[in-house]
């Protein structure tokens, strides 16, 4: 049985950095499925498909060639690593990704890349509830509206010049739709490691998540 730590949580709690630093201290691949949203997202968008068209998005998805590695994404043999992150794609992200077709396909996807990897830590919203219910650990990261919005002001080319206040209640706005919609909606799974990281370092909560794993429930049990 391989190692599988499933990664979910609010937009700007922390996720993309713990999962990469978790990746690298056990040696891990590392798969930001936000991305693969994101990727279905642009494709759709470009096509001029309406992101309330469930199955206009789902075709989307199903013909999309991707491939996220390295933390680089490419969709139908472009990089388009940057542009996934672009504003038109970030307010579309939660209507595309809400429809059960699209995530079917997502998650069939997923699956097959961590199979082939042998492993992973995979990020995402519905990782430890619905994609990997049986993860070796499952993590679940909050932090608070401000400082979630304090990180993306500082990250996120989209949010750069934006006032804090406007940034976090396009978030609030997001995590609403994330966590309201019918199908795999955000939510900690109830064996989940729940972690606040409003006032944790990275190194912190990488900590908390490495002990966790070296301690009875999450026991790394080796690949193959
Ligand atoms: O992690 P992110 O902010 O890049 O994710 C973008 C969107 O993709 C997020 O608002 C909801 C969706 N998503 C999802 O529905 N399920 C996942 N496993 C990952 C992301």
Not at 59 to 70: F, K, P, S
Not at 73 to 85: Q, S, Y
Not at 179 to 191: E, I, K, M, V, Y
Request: net charge negative; aromatic share 2%; proline share 4%.
């Amino acid at each position: 049985m391989s190692i599988v730590v499933a990664i979910d949580g609010t937009a700007g709690s922390g996720k993309s950095s713990v999962a990469r630093a978790v990746g690298a201290a056990l040696g891990l691949p590392v798969l930001d499925t936000g991305a693969m949203y994101r990727a279905v997202t642009l494709r759709a968008m470009r096509a001029g498909i309406d992101p309330n068209d469930a199955a206009a998005c789902a075709e989307a998805a199903r013909r999309a060639r991707l491939a996220v590695e390295d933390g680089r994404v490419h969709l139908d043999g472009e990089d388009v690593t940057v542009a996934i992150r672009g504003p038109e794609v970030t307010a579309a992200v939660s209507t595309v990704s809400a429809h059960p077709e699209v995530r079917a396909e997502l998650v069939a996807r997923q699956r097959e890349w961590v199979a082939r990897h042998g492993g992973g830590v995979v990020e995402g919203r519905d990782i430890g509830t619905v994609v990997f219910p049986d993860a070796t650990l499952k993590v679940f990261l909050t932090a608070s509206p401000e400082e979630r919005a304090r990180r993306r002001a500082a990250q996120e080319p989209e949010a750069v010049g934006r006032d804090v206040d406007a940034v976090r209640d396009a978030l609030a706005a997001r995590d609403a739709r994330d966590a309201g919609r019918a199908h795999s909606p955000l939510r900690a799974a109830g064996d989940a490691l729940v972690v606040d990281t409003t006032d944790r370092s990275i190194a912190e909560v990488v900590g908390l998540v490495l002990e966790r794993l070296g301690s009875g429930t999450g026991e790394p049990r080796g690949t193959g």
